[in-house]
């Protein structure tokens, strides 16, 4: 079993910046993906990002691509989730997610473990 755990959420204004982290535990070795996830009121859940645990490769959303970064830090078993220019369409519940295989699939459906999630308001 993988267990994650995300922070950094919060309040902030619109054009700032927020950071998130995901701490991941237990069986961290079978992890080979992460990847960010969100969820805004009355959406369906929408893939943000996905890194490699190892590799380093990095794939993002079209749309968000150029104001989200994603990154690890291996010796932590983290990940992060560097947003600037925040929008108050980014409002929404932000997940973590696992996958066992290097895939850096899209689609939540893929991923088999799954944080708790944070809350990230941008008010304008």
């Known amino acids: 079993q993988v267990q994650l755990v995300e922070s950094g959420g919060g309040l902030v204004q619109a054009g700032g910046p927020l950071r998130l982290s995901c701490a991941a535990s237990?069986?961290?070795?079978?992890?080979?993906?992460m990847a960010w996830f969100r969820q805004a009121p009355g959406k369906d859940r929408e893939f943000v990002a996905a890194?490699?645990?190892?590799?380093?490769?990095?794939k993002y959303a079209g749309s968000l691509k150029g104001r989200f970064t994603a990154s690890r830090d291996n010796a932590k078993n983290t990940v992060y989730l560097q947003m600037n220019s925040l929008k108050p369409e980014d409002t929404a519940v932000y997940y973590c997610?696992?996958?066992?295989?290097?895939?850096?699939?899209?689609?939540?459906?893929?991923?088999?473990?799954w944080g708790q999630g944070t809350q990230a308001t941008v008010s304008s």
């Open positions: 997610a696992a996958d066992p295989l290097a895939r850096l699939s899209a689609y939540a459906a893929d991923y088999d473990y």
């Open positions: 890194i490699s645990w190892s590799g380093g490769s990095i």
């Open positions: 237990g069986r961290t070795f079978s992890i080979a993906t």
